[in-house]
């Protein structure tokens, strides 16, 4: 499972456009065979059946989900201001046009008059206010949220989400349907900071913020409520959960009727889209890589397969917080204790010469990924190859390194203590889902001399409050990152204060210069902006907080009988409303 954040993302200057590669017998960008039948006109009505093989966390509103299901979800449900099209520039979504300020620190939108919620309520400028103001309140961190990166640069952050201040000037309702949003500096990414999910002010506003994440609004299927093309109606927890088409959705009521998700073993998942049973096979799953070929082939489903935004890595626990922050829900960098184990960076690099990467993808993804060393994704015009270090298989290298800063086996067990001379251990913990990356990284590390407690996997809720509330033993952990498709910027997980910040990453240096690449004078010239992020990426490559093990493929399958696809590079989930199925 990856989180996005996720699920997990800005002004695009000028980006690569992305190819999107289909296989088998898909040409263009997957959606539609160009040989096939001409299907016919769109058809009103039917349902579609899309399969999980992991039920969601059950937080069904966005400023408080935690996984990529719920995510994936709230797709259908929820809309933001802005959203991006295939060349990954911003285009209207809720908002008609915009206007930004000639010194780069305001942006306002003209947002569409035809919006209605899902219980037919207006859609109007307090409920962007009122979404922004909630992300700042000083109530939202410690009552489980986790996106303040939409918030961070907005005016008066700082001092409004500390409770010095109840003046909130960040984001101004203008009229009824004009919103401005200012910053206190200028930035260059203006409009991934205004691409938030909004949620609507009169369901929430006399809820404590602390009461949200329980209330029903935000848990029960029939009192959610979006914007988006599909409400939810019904679930069965953790079996299924249906959607029922919004008939007074802004762009025209969508043709299918329903849209169910189940939750199928990913052993038998395959089986039911070759069978029929279920629909369509994406996000946040995938086709198992060693299964893609065989449903490439079947004349029955159309395929897509494009890279993604998304990396397994191998994750080290550099810092740990302190019981009390924990407890307090507190990210205070002055606070946290130097995991010791794995606090230079050399063992860091060792580790990484001592892994296979490159056999992982062959072995466990039949050649469906890629190895990289930088967390920016290769879609993008911030992604620098030459700026990062390349951690090739070598594992003589690995031990020649660790014999330099003195981790050498001084009692003939064929494992290595640490330069005092004391036991060196090191705890890999990982969630359900990574069974077979864990003994491989065990064994590959334990053969340069590392000896690794490899702990039992973990059911992924659990697993994520484990690494969330990190006073802890841990030292290594794997993990899938959503990475941010709206832009190059990595602050949402590699920020020093960032909730994502899984590894309590705490280089002063870095964070600066992700900072200068989106507010410092230089942001607004890529190319500028680009020599920024090539520094950046040398010195999370050097100090490497993460070994990224591999870039995913995105492998995406759906019934030939499902019509309207026009997948993005991000996502097969666009456009639903024109989904339509054939009779």
């Given at each position: 499972?990856?989180?996005?954040k996720?699920?997990?993302?800005?002004?695009?200057l000028?980006?690569?456009?992305?190819?999107?590669?289909?296989c088998s017998?898909n040409?263009?960008?997957?959606?539609?065979?160009?040989?096939?039948?001409d299907?016919?006109?769109?058809q009103?009505?039917?349902?579609?059946?899309?399969?999980?093989g992991?039920?969601p966390g059950?937080?069904?509103?966005?400023?408080?989900?935690?996984?990529s299901?719920?995510e994936?979800m709230l797709e259908?449900?929820?809309?933001?201001?802005?959203?991006?099209n295939?060349k990954?520039e911003?285009?209207?979504?809720?908002?008609?046009?915009?206007?930004i300020?000639?010194?780069?620190?305001?942006?306002?939108?003209?947002?569409?008059k035809?919006?209605k919620?899902?219980?037919?309520e207006?859609?109007?400028?307090?409920?962007?206010?009122?979404?922004?103001q909630?992300l700042?309140?000083?109530s939202?961190?410690?009552?489980?949220?986790?996106?303040t990166?939409f918030?961070?640069p907005l005016?008066g952050?700082?001092?409004?989400?500390?409770?010095?201040?109840?003046?909130f000037?960040?984001?101004?309702?203008e009229?009824?349907?004009?919103?401005t949003?200012?910053f206190?500096?200028?930035?260059?990414?203006?409009?991934?900071?205004?691409?938030?999910?909004?949620?609507?002010k009169?369901?929430f506003a006399d809820?404590?913020?602390?009461?949200?994440?329980k209330?029903?609004?935000?848990?029960?299927?029939?009192?959610v409520?979006?914007?988006?093309?599909?409400k939810?109606?019904?679930?069965?927890?953790?079996?299924?959960?249906e959607?029922v088409?919004?008939d007074?959705y802004?762009q025209g009521?969508?043709?299918l009727?329903k849209?169910e998700?189940k939750?199928v073993?990913?052993?038998?998942m395959?089986g039911?889209?070759?069978?029929?049973?279920?629909d369509?096979?994406?996000?946040?799953d995938?086709?198992?890589?060693a299964?893609?070929?065989?449903?490439a082939?079947n004349?029955n489903?159309?395929?897509?397969?494009q890279?993604?935004f998304?990396?397994d890595v191998?994750?080290?626990?550099l810092?740990h917080?302190?019981?009390?922050?924990?407890?307090?829900?507190?990210?205070n960098?002055d606070?946290?204790?130097?995991n010791?184990?794995?606090?230079?960076?050399?063992?860091?690099?060792?580790?990484?010469y001592?892994i296979?990467?490159?056999?992982?993808?062959?072995g466990?993804?039949?050649?469906?990924?890629?190895v990289?060393?930088?967390?920016?994704?290769?879609?993008?015009?911030?992604?620098d190859d030459?700026?990062?270090n390349?951690?090739d298989f070598d594992?003589?290298?690995a031990?020649?390194?660790?014999?330099?800063?003195?981790y050498?086996?001084?009692?003939?067990d064929?494992?290595r203590?640490?330069?005092?001379?004391n036991?060196?251990?090191l705890?890999?913990n990982?969630?359900?889902?990574?069974?077979?990356?864990?003994p491989?990284?065990?064994q590959?590390?334990?053969e340069?001399?590392?000896s690794v407690?490899l702990?039992?996997p973990?059911?992924?809720?659990?697993?994520?409050?484990?690494?969330?509330?990190d006073?802890n033993?841990?030292d290594l952990y794997?993990i899938g990152?959503?990475l941010?498709?709206r832009?190059p910027?990595?602050?949402?997980?590699?920020s020093?204060?960032?909730?994502?910040n899984?590894?309590r990453?705490n280089?002063k240096e870095?964070?600066?210069?992700?900072?200068d690449?989106?507010?410092?004078?230089?942001a607004?010239?890529?190319s500028?902006?680009?020599?920024?992020?090539a520094e950046?990426?040398?010195?999370?490559?050097?100090?490497?907080?993460?070994?990224?093990?591999?870039e995913?493929?995105a492998l995406?399958g759906?019934n030939n009988?499902?019509h309207?696809?026009?997948?993005?590079p991000?996502?097969?989930y666009?456009n639903?409303h024109?989904?339509?199925?054939?009779k």
């Amino acid at each position: 499972m990856k989180i996005n954040k996720l699920f997990v993302s800005i002004t695009l200057l000028l980006m690569l456009i992305v190819t999107l590669t289909a296989c088998s017998n898909n040409s263009g960008n997957g959606s539609e065979n160009a040989n096939a039948e001409d299907p016919g006109e769109p058809q009103e009505g039917g349902k579609v059946v899309g399969a999980m093989g992991t039920a969601p966390g059950g937080v069904f509103n966005p400023i408080f989900y935690t996984d990529s299901y719920e995510e994936k979800m709230l797709e259908f449900t929820h809309e933001s201001l802005v959203t991006q099209n295939d060349k990954l520039e911003f285009t209207p979504q809720l908002a008609e046009e915009w206007t930004i300020s000639e010194d780069q620190t305001e942006v306002t939108f003209n947002i569409r008059k035809d919006v209605k919620w899902h219980d037919g309520e207006d859609f109007t400028a307090d409920d962007v206010v009122f979404t922004y103001q909630t992300l700042m309140d000083p109530s939202y961190v410690a009552s489980g949220g986790l996106r303040t990166i939409f918030v961070e640069p907005l005016k008066g952050y700082e001092s409004y989400s500390k409770g010095e201040t109840d003046k909130f000037e960040a984001v101004v309702a203008e009229d009824e349907y004009t919103v401005t949003f200012k910053f206190d500096q200028p930035n260059a990414s203006l409009l991934y900071y205004t691409s938030f999910p909004i949620i609507p002010k009169h369901i929430f506003a006399d809820m404590p913020i602390a009461d949200i994440i329980k209330a029903p609004e935000s848990r029960d299927p029939e009192k959610v409520v979006g914007t988006g093309p599909f409400k939810f109606s019904s679930m069965v927890e953790r079996e299924s959960y249906e959607m029922v088409r919004h008939d007074d959705y802004w762009q025209g009521k969508p043709y299918l009727e329903k849209v169910e998700w189940k939750i199928v073993e990913p052993s038998v998942m395959i089986g039911l889209l070759e069978k029929g049973d279920i629909d369509f096979i994406a996000q946040p799953d995938n086709i198992p890589a060693a299964d893609f070929e065989q449903v490439a082939g079947n004349e029955n489903i159309k395929t897509i397969k494009q890279p993604d935004f998304s990396i397994d890595v191998l994750g080290f626990k550099l810092n740990h917080r302190t019981a009390k922050d924990v407890q307090n829900k507190v990210i205070n960098p002055d606070n946290w204790k130097v995991n010791e184990k794995i606090a230079n960076p050399k063992v860091r690099q060792a580790i990484a010469y001592a892994i296979n990467r490159e056999g992982i993808v062959k072995g466990l993804l039949f050649g469906q990924g890629e190895v990289v060393e930088s967390p920016i994704p290769r879609k993008f015009w911030a992604y620098d190859d030459e700026a990062v270090n390349h951690y090739d298989f070598d594992q003589e290298q690995a031990k020649s390194i660790l014999d330099e800063e003195g981790y050498v086996d001084t009692d003939g067990d064929g494992m290595r203590e640490d330069p005092d001379g004391n036991k060196w251990i090191l705890n890999l913990n990982y969630p359900a889902g990574k069974d077979r990356q864990g003994p491989i990284i065990e064994q590959q590390l334990e053969e340069v001399g590392i000896s690794v407690d490899l702990r039992q996997p973990k059911e992924f809720s659990a697993f994520l409050e484990d690494i969330e509330n990190d006073n802890n033993d841990w030292d290594l952990y794997l993990i899938g990152w959503g990475l941010n498709r709206r832009d190059p910027d990595p602050s949402e997980i590699y920020s020093i204060k960032t909730p994502y910040n899984y590894a309590r990453w705490n280089n002063k240096e870095a964070d600066k210069l992700l900072k200068d690449a989106t507010e410092g004078a230089d942001a607004f010239e890529q190319s500028k902006r680009k020599e920024i992020y090539a520094e950046w990426q040398e010195i999370f490559s050097s100090d490497l907080p993460e070994l990224i093990l591999y870039e995913e493929q995105a492998l995406w399958g759906y019934n030939n009988r499902l019509h309207g696809i026009d997948p993005l590079p991000f996502t097969m989930y666009n456009n639903m409303h024109e989904w339509w199925v054939s009779k």
